[in-house]
């Protein structure tokens, strides 16, 4: 059987797939995953919405430029700030106008 990952699994990193992990043998619970990680559950909560964020980006289908893609996902995932992003792509899409 050929199992292929699909493009917004692939896009996780390791930190992503042991908690996507750890909320499936929780059952789901926010409040079980809270308190097995040790933390508030409106932390668990935060960090479930950058998951969800980070997984509509990689698989939204107006994205067809990679960089684009990647761009939206860091932002998803809290590592780039929303208006950096946003000048980045900016200039992305000049400079590839101008070829």
């Known amino acids: 059987m050929d199992k292929q990952i699909p493009q917004w699994l692939a896009e996780l990193d ?3 797939l042991q908690f996507l992990k750890r909320f499936l043998l929780a059952s ?3 409040k079980a995953l809270a308190a097995e ?3 508030s559950y409106p932390t668990i909560r935060a960090r479930l919405d950058r998951l969800i964020s980070k ?3 990689a698989q939204d289908s ?3 430029d990679p960089f684009q893609r990647r761009l939206q996902i860091l932002v998803a995932d809290g590592k780039i700030a929303r208006d950096a992003a946003k000048e980045l792509l ?3 899409e000049h400079a590839t ?3």
Do not use: C, K, P, R
């Open 14 to 16: 390791a930190e992503d």
């Open 28 to 30: 789901g619970s926010l």
């Open 37 to 39: 990680y040790g933390i």
């Open 55 to 57: 997984v509509e980006a």
């Open 62 to 64: 107006s994205l067809t």
């Open 90 to 92: 900016e200039a992305y």
């Open 97 to 99: 106008q101008q070829e």
